[in-house]
């Protein structure tokens, strides 16, 4: 039988590629859980939507037969029946929304939802959240790690699908490599993590796994700079930290999004050797998926993604103005 899954922070980056794929591959009866107009609205990095600008997306979406139900996020009562009949339920609110997922573990307990999907979409939370240095990152990192434990203790399956570094958000010149350049790291940029989550569930090995994916390309820092070289015809300026000048960057910097990229940093310097945070599950399970080729990758999505991310660092007082 056709399985239903529902897609939770639906308008986000993740979340809006991964109904748009559902929507292209057709296998799956597709719904999504939309919040309540006026209910807070986040986001990891950019500009939250407008009210009209969901509506729009949402009108899309119906068109191409997806059932979109409002709720009070924040409410069982309305949170249960609007989840009656999802098999799967993917979500994906950002990382500053995090504890939001609590209400909604117990309503998918007793809607009968058979998996739930947690956002994690990075690293592998299970290593990060022993790190040994604490930083907002690991914080979260362990949050997000109790969240799979509060799942399996709903008695629901799960999927974990970590997806390494989005690209689009470690870009800023100057670059800061994390290292010396020459590790293999998973890269999934935001649109492709949400593209891969249905082939992921679609795969019986991914129920009650850990499934870490590299959805854009598996390459290290240098290689992925030199095609970013390539592609803008110019010198992309860099800088390399270890872990000491990592950890001196992150005690200065003020409380932000930057602030959050200087602790994955110290996160990405800091793993026992031989415990890489990243993987490739996707080269062997699900060999057929193919990522955005990396050409057109620079210039249609990471260069204005940048052009954005800036400007809301600078209005957030994070960088200066140029
Ligand atoms: N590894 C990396 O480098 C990296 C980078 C960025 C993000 N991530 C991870 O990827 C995941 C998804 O991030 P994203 O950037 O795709 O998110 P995003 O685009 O910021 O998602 C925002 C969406 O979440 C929903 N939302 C907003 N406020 C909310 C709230 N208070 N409570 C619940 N939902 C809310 C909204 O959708 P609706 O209104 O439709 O519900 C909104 O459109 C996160 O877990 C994040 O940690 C990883």
Same mark, same amino acid.
């Given at each position: 039988?056709?399985?239903?899954?529902?897609?939770?922070?639906?308008?986000?980056?993740?979340?809006?590629?991964?109904?748009?794929?559902?929507?292209?591959?057709? +296998?799956?009866?597709?719904?999504? *859980? %939309?919040?309540?107009?006026?209910?807070? !609205?986040?986001?990891? /990095? $950019?500009?939250?939507?407008?009210?009209?600008?969901?509506?729009?997306?949402?009108?899309?979406?119906?068109? +191409?037969?997806?059932?979109?139900? *409002? %709720?009070?996020?924040?409410?069982?009562? !309305?949170?249960?029946? /609007? $989840?009656?009949?999802?098999?799967?339920?993917?979500?994906?609110?950002?990382?500053?929304?995090?504890?939001?997922?609590?209400?909604?573990?117990?309503? %998918?307990?007793?809607?009968?939802?058979?998996?739930?999907?947690?956002?994690?979409?990075?690293?592998?939370?299970?290593?990060?959240?022993?790190?040994?240095?604490?930083?907002?990152?690991?914080?979260?990192?362990?949050?997000? %790690?109790?969240?799979?434990?509060?799942?399996?203790?709903?008695?629901?399956?799960?999927?974990?699908?970590?997806?390494?570094?989005?690209?689009?958000?470690?870009?800023?010149?100057?670059?800061?490599?994390?290292?010396?350049?020459?590790?293999?790291?998973?890269?999934?940029?935001?649109?492709?993590?949400?593209?891969?989550?249905?082939?992921?569930?679609?795969?019986?090995?991914?129920?009650?796994?850990?499934?870490?994916?590299?959805?854009?390309?598996?390459?290290?820092?240098?290689?992925?700079?030199?095609?970013?070289?390539?592609?803008?015809?110019?010198?992309?300026?860099?800088?390399?930290?270890?872990?000491?000048?990592?950890?001196?960057?992150?005690?200065?910097?003020?409380?932000?999004?930057?602030?959050?990229?200087?602790?994955?940093?110290?996160?990405?310097?800091?793993?026992?050797?031989?415990?890489?945070?990243?993987?490739?599950?996707?080269?062997?399970?699900?060999?057929?998926?193919?990522?955005?080729?990396?050409?057109?990758?620079?210039?249609?999505?990471?260069?204005?993604?940048?052009?954005?991310?800036?400007?809301?660092?600078?209005?957030?007082?994070?960088?200066?103005?140029?």
């Amino acid at each position: 039988m056709t399985k239903t899954i529902t897609v939770f922070g639906a308008t986000g980056t993740a979340g809006s590629a991964c109904v748009e794929e559902l929507i292209r591959l057709g +296998s799956f009866n597709v719904q999504v *859980l %939309a919040r309540r107009p006026g209910q807070q !609205e986040k986001r990891s /990095a $950019l500009a939250p939507h407008s009210a009209d600008a969901k509506r729009g997306i949402y009108d899309r979406w119906r068109k +191409s037969g997806v059932e979109v139900k *409002l %709720a009070d996020v924040t409410d069982h009562a !309305e949170l249960i029946p /609007a $989840l009656r009949g999802t098999d799967y339920l993917v979500s994906c609110v950002p990382i500053n929304a995090t504890e939001s997922q609590y209400p909604l573990i117990w309503a %998918a307990k007793e809607a009968g939802v058979e998996r739930f999907v947690p956002s994690e979409f990075g690293a592998i939370y299970e290593f990060e959240q022993f790190w040994p240095t604490d930083t907002i990152h690991r914080a979260m990192a362990r949050q997000k %790690a109790f969240i799979r434990r509060m799942i399996e203790f709903a008695g629901l399956d799960y999927t974990i699908i970590p997806a390494g570094f989005w690209p689009e958000y470690y870009m800023l010149e100057p670059v800061m490599v994390m290292g010396d350049g020459s590790q293999l790291v998973s890269w999934s940029t935001g649109r492709d993590v949400g593209r891969i989550i249905p082939h992921v569930l679609a795969h019986p090995l991914s129920r009650n796994a850990i499934c870490p994916v590299a959805a854009t390309a598996y390459c290290t820092w240098d290689e992925l700079l030199a095609l970013r070289e390539r592609t803008l015809g110019r010198k992309v300026e860099r800088i390399h930290l270890g872990n000491a000048q990592w950890k001196a960057a992150y005690e200065r910097q003020p409380m932000g999004g930057l602030k959050e990229l200087m602790a994955i940093g110290i996160l990405a310097t800091e793993g026992a050797e031989g415990m890489s945070l990243f993987a490739n599950w996707n080269k062997t399970f699900i060999p057929d998926f193919r990522g955005t080729p990396l050409d057109e990758l620079f210039p249609n999505y990471i260069e204005p993604f940048l052009a954005q991310f800036r400007q809301q660092l600078i209005a957030a007082g994070e960088l200066p103005a140029a």
